[in-house]
């Protein structure tokens, strides 16, 4: 039994980690190298990541089934002291982590962080105010802090 492998891209795919069929073709590599070793979990450390091969297998389908940014597999969300939510994943990807502001925290957040990862993996660094739709239709105000490590989200 394997506790712990870990799998990096050499210099020449590295610099394409932001292409989703690099990602994708690295997590089937690493899922069927840690079946072969019997491991029981697959880690993706810039997310902060740990997910168990038994569940594995349903994100990558549905990964190729709907072709889009995998964000259970690349990020995690977690609250802040202050009661704000921010990323763990993006800044791999952009350089920026972001951070829905109290005001916009109400228990169902978990949709917008997803719109947010997915639309921002897209939309790369941010260096100025801009504007999103939420969810529920109503305007987002996307805001890089003063500096540059986060893109703060706020109402508006």
Known sequence: RTEASVLRLGPHIAAG???LTILREWFGLADGLARTFNGSALCWAPGAVV???DRLGDYLDAWDARNEVPVALLATFRRTL???VQSNGLGFFTGQEFRIEPQLVNGDEDALARL???HLFYAGRQEKTGQLAA???FALRLEPSENRRFVRVWPG
């Open 17 to 19: 980690t932001a292409n």
């Open 116 to 118: 947010l990862f997915r």
């Open 51 to 53: 997910l168990g091969l």
């Open 82 to 84: 202050d009661g704000a």
């Open 135 to 137: 969810p529920g239709g």
